[in-house]
């Protein structure tokens, strides 16, 4: 099975929160449980209301060292992943985790992420950095948000250690065990950093053959997907199979799209705009991405039958008559959420980071898992 991590695409809160007295009715809260005696420190997240929440980036800075800290899933939580990194700085160590999940983290206004693992008792920090993420693969971005600890997490000690860099990273798997990843790529691009929330989904994308830089040193991750890039990618996929040439009027033979173009027609994947064009520079649309990925699930004989009820977007009339049932089953496998509690933005375009997340979700739970 072909799994190196699973994504995401995003609603973002947005809070700055230094841990007043009394905290509004929606200020997030981290609450670390069981850390003093046993080192296990079981996370939770709570007070996220109603949002979807299906990536996380949490940052804890503790005192103390722990180079060897891990994290292992909540059990019964399927489709999901997990990193832990840390870095040791001076008299410090920072934690970074990263929670990925196909399905909303929120049940309740709460989220149970896990066990956090550092070998030794230690004190709950007053403070975390927190980044939330939905599968519209929107984000606002970091929100400092307090951490709250029952006593038994509260009351001790921390641990000392010394001063030393570099860090630790260790994955886990939905079943709970604690893991290795699979040995990570090295990205050779200086614009994307490790702490970005796409990382691991270019990581994917990169590692797969299916997304190359626009130079060799850089990704462009803002830079907006066209449908010619969208194509050659699943081409890739495909392994680059012979597509002969294409009707297009705009798909020059001698264009990289040009011979993914020629094959996606021929397989019934894509069919242009009706007018002779493919629009191959055009930036994507997400109800035209939902098209194409049902196209290529198809193509692959998967059951692509499952049909959302679209009723509760406020725009899901704006969707157009070619891509209902494309966004519906986009939606029913949690390809494609809404950009708000109530917007679909079907016209919406994608950033070529945003295309990464939803092709890794793709590849990862449609066209490997099912």
Known sequence: MRKILK?????????????????????????????????????????????????VQLELTLSGSYPNAGFTLSGGISGQFSQCRTEQLSGQTRIT????????????????????????????????QLTILNRGLETSGISTIPVRSTSDSSSGSSSSGSSSSGNNSSGSSSSGETVKPADPVVLPFTDVQEDMWYYSAVQYVYAQGLMAGTTTSTFSPDMSTSRGMIVTILHRLSGSPAGGSSNFTDVATDMYYA???????ANGVVSGYGDGRFGPND????????????????????????????????????????????????????????????????GGTATRAQAAVLLRGFCENIIFDH
């Open 97 to 128: 985790l990263y929670i990925d999940s196909m399905k909303t983290l929120n049940h309740g206004g709460k989220a149970s992420l896990g066990t956090l693992t550092l070998g030794d008792g230690c004190k709950a920090p007053s403070s975390a």
């Open 7 to 55: 994504k995401f695409l995003p609603v973002s809160l947005v809070l700055a929160l230094l841990c007043p007295p009394a905290l509004a009715a929606d200020t997030p809260v981290l609450w670390m449980d069981g850390g003093n005696r046993t080192g296990n420190v079981r996370l939770t997240l709570e007070r996220l209301g109603d949002q979807e929440v299906n990536s």
């Open 283 to 346: 930036p994507i649309t997400r109800e035209q991405a939902a098209v194409i990925l049902r196209g290529y699930a198809r193509l692959n004989g998967k059951n692509v039958s499952a049909q959302a009820d679209l009723s509760g977007f406020t725009d899901a009339g704006q969707i157009s008559p070619f891509a209902l049932e494309a966004m519906r089953w986009a939606h029913a496998e949690g390809l494609i959420n809404g950009t708000s509690p109530s917007t679909l933005t079907p």
């Open 259 to 265: 011979d993914a173009v020629a094959w996606a027609a």
